[in-house]
């Protein structure tokens, strides 16, 4: 009889310990899961209401930020840095996502990376850059797009890596024509 008891009473507590079925612990998400959502939680649209230069904007709710990756205009071509931001973003509905207090990165309405469509071109340098950004300013200095050609020559200040020692400080079209 007391086997019996015993049998019950361990029953039950084990049933009253047991009670309803919890929810699974939430699973620890990855890096890169982790990664895209706290991206997708600083990322969003806004329209460009103003441009300062080509790597500074202010959004219609009045923020204002630096384009991430992208060097102060040269003084040569800051007026046509300018030119091509304004033609580019204003009144544009972009997608921006955080990536310091006051640097953004910027998304074209069909996808489109800004600060690697200024370097492609030649209106911008790149600045803290690698990969992408140095295969296009390269290509835009060897075809002499933008600031890399008439009447900058690439002047201005230092080029991203892959462009050369001997170019980073040269205002000399020489030098370039010889690189070039």
Do not use: H
């Amino acid at each position: 009889m007391a086997r019996r008891c015993v049998i019950v009473l361990v029953a039950l507590f084990i049933t009253a310990c047991a009670g309803p079925p919890s929810d699974p612990p939430p699973a620890v998400p990855s890096s890169a899961s982790r990664a895209a959502g706290e991206r997708s939680a600083m990322a969003g649209a806004l329209k460009v209401s103003a441009v300062v230069d080509g790597r500074t904007v202010q959004f219609s709710n009045g923020a204002r930020f630096r384009i991430s990756l992208l060097a102060e205009p040269a003084t040569c071509w800051a007026e046509d840095a300018r030119a091509f931001a304004e033609a580019t973003l204003l009144n544009t509905p972009v997608r921006f996502s955080s990536v310091t207090p006051g640097e953004i990165n910027l998304e074209l309405p069909d996808g489109t990376d800004y600060a690697l469509l200024t370097v492609r071109e030649g209106v911008l340098r790149a600045e803290g850059a690698s990969g992408p950004f140095v295969d296009a300013e390269l290509s835009a200095a060897l075809a002499k797009r933008g600031l890399w050609g008439a009447p900058c020559n690439g002047a201005g200040g230092p080029a991203a890596a892959g462009v050369g020692a001997d170019d980073r400080n040269s205002s000399r079209p020489e030098t370039m024509a010889r690189k070039g």
